[in-house]
């Protein structure tokens, strides 16, 4: 099955896409996705495979994360989504067990709020705190993106701890991260948002304030930014 999924994988590459991906997902040297390899899958074709061979046996599903191609570390993960519904702990084990590779920006969005963020809605959440506070760039990432889960059934007072504890981090990935997921708890509760935007505005990255504050109202986006 997995030398299926391959050669499907093949058919589908594109030579011209996958020169247009290594430049946006900062494929060069000394930048946050050096030597990531990309092939020129389209997302919405990735999806489809894993739809389509959603019962790899999860022993190929490694061998794909293992994979030095973007887009089979991409499609593993979506695999692995569907089956976290199936044996959610064998699958949340699998997938910290792996987390080393699930090393680029894109691959922690689609996989930490299914999966990671799923199985700690009921569960301590102490995980991610320790992540959050990691010296690997991905491992905080999740740690932060794995809090949609938690927005979504109207809990903020995890993305905020671990928001605040962001607010120094360094990299602009993680500014970006940060706003997104404050923008994300502003779409269900505003005042809880602007209390924090009020405390931190003056102080926080300007790239996690301009992605937090998206969706407000023009007058009070410059309020802020002027802040």
């Keep these: 099955m997995l030398e299926a999924l391959r050669k499907e994988m093949r058919t589908l590459a594109d030579p011209a896409r996958a020169r247009v991906m290594q430049g946006f997902f900062k494929t060069g040297p000394g930048q946050y ?3 990531d390899v990309f092939v020129g899958i389209a997302v919405p074709q990735s999806r489809t495979l894993a739809k389509k061979f959603a019962q790899l046996p999860l022993a190929d599903v490694k061998q794909l994360l293992q994979s030095e191609v973007h887009e089979e570390r991409l499609v593993a ?3 692995l989504i569907g089956k976290y519904r199936g044996d959610p702990e064998k699958i949340a084990k699998f997938y910290l067990d792996n987390l080393g590779r699930v090393n680029n920006w894109d691959l922690v969005d689609v996989s930490a709020p299914g999966i990671l963020g799923a199985h700690l809605l009921d569960r301590d959440r102490a995980m991610l705190y320790r992540l959050a506070r990691s010296k690997v760039l991905w491992e905080r ?5 794995s809090t ?3 927005i979504r059934k109207g809990e903020f ?4 701890k671990i928001a605040e504890m962001l607010l120094s981090d360094r990299h602009d990935l993680m500014h970006k991260a940060v706003g997104w997921m404050l923008r994300e708890v502003g779409k269900r509760d505003l005042a809880t948002e602007e209390e924090f935007l009020q405390r931190h505005c003056r ?3 300007k790239t996690a304030l301009r992605y937090a504050i998206e969706r407000l109202p023009e007058q009070k986006r410059r309020a802020y930014m002027q802040a």
Aim: aromatic content about 4%.
């Design 141 to 145: 990432r999740v740690a932060i993106i």
């Design 33 to 35: 996705g050096q030597g």
């Design 203 to 205: 102080s926080m990255p």
């Design 148 to 150: 949609l889960a938690f």
């Design 77 to 79: 993960l979506l695999i």
């Design 157 to 160: 007072a995890d993305t905020l």
